[in-house]
């Protein structure tokens, strides 16, 4: 994430992806690049007028009406048309922006969306692609084999084939149990508007467990984000006991879809990603 010389070209890919795709995503835009200014440790970008998705989130009902082009865009367009640019950007350009959090995406001055902040981009390989796509099929459906049968064919778990599809009836225990207590969780954040399951989870895409500071003193029942840490160790664990190696860019898709959970709970609740037709199904 400090070879400015790489974000720079992170950033042309994008650029590039959203005039190969044009009309689609006229309303995304991302800053153009000074590249005759720029060098491996000063990057010269245009600058963008607007608001963060965080200030946005945090905004007024006022504040929101005048980033949407005077009302024409609603809340849930918006996050809509940033998953599906996002989504459309893995597909099309083999690589992912992977820090897509509420302070990268910005609300324009003029209406359109702007990413920004690409020093952090995944790469996806076909075989993860593919097991993703089987993944994300699904967990919707509980259907847990299929889910462990997924990162089995991702290669997420290490031994010979025998010991791997040995695994698929204790891995989709492990799944759905996880799931069930990832649910809860999220649903105890959005109750007590506590914002830390990015936090931690995101650490598994770094390797490690890092804390996510202390919850509001206002939290006397279960501790949320001794919870959230309590689930991302327990990974960890499960990780050792059945020999899980997720490969990089699995864990940069989960940390990010995470992010877009986040965003659709509090911006466009009544939304459904896997159901409605406006949402672009390529990883959903």
């Known amino acids: 994430e400090t070879d400015l010389e790489q974000e720079a070209r992170n950033v042309e890919t994008f650029r590039e992806f959203l005039a190969k795709t ?17 060098t ?7 600058e963008l007028k607007g608001i963060s998705l965080m200030q946005y989130l945090d905004g007024d009902d006022f504040t929101r009406r005048k980033y949407n082009r005077n009302g ?11 998953l599906n640019a996002w989504i459309a950007s893995v597909g099309v350009c083999g690589n992912f922006h992977a ?20 020093g952090s981009v995944g790469e996806i390989s076909p075989k993860t692609k593919r097991s993703l796509e089987d993944l994300a099929r699904c967990l919707p459906m509980n259907d ?28 989709a225990r492990d799944l759905q149990d996880l799931t069930e207590r990832v649910d809860s969780l999220v649903q105890d954040m959005i109750l007590m508007d506590v914002n830390v399951t990015t936090a931690s989870i995101g650490a598994i895409a770094e390797g490690g467990v890092s804390a996510a500071g202390m ?14 840490n309590r689930l991302v160790l327990d990974v960890v664990d499960i990780g050792e006991k059945r020999g899980l190696r ?24 009544e939304l459904d990603v896997f159901t409605d037709d406006r949402v672009n199904k390529q990883l959903t």
């Open 22 to 38: 044009s009309p689609a995503f006229d309303g995304v835009t991302t800053p153009k690049i000074y590249a005759r200014l720029s």
């Open 40 to 46: 491996k440790k000063v990057l010269v970008m245009e």
């Open 72 to 82: 024409a865009r609603t809340t849930e367009s918006l996050i809509i048309e940033a």
């Open 99 to 118: 820090d897509v959090h509420a302070g990268n995406l910005f609300v324009l001055d003029n209406g359109m969306l702007a990413f920004i902040d690409f």
């Open 144 to 171: 847990w084999r299929g889910a462990a049968r997924a990162l089995v064919g991702m290669g997420a778990i290490m031994g010979t084939d025998a010991e791997a599809y040995a695994m698929i009836d204790p891995l």
């Open 215 to 228: 919850p509001p003193p206002q939290l006397n029942s279960l501790d949320i984000a001794e919870r959230a």
């Open 246 to 269: 997720f490969p990089r860019e699995f864990a940069l898709l989960i940390k990010q879809m995470l992010y877009f959970d986040r965003f659709v709970q509090e911006l466009a609740p």
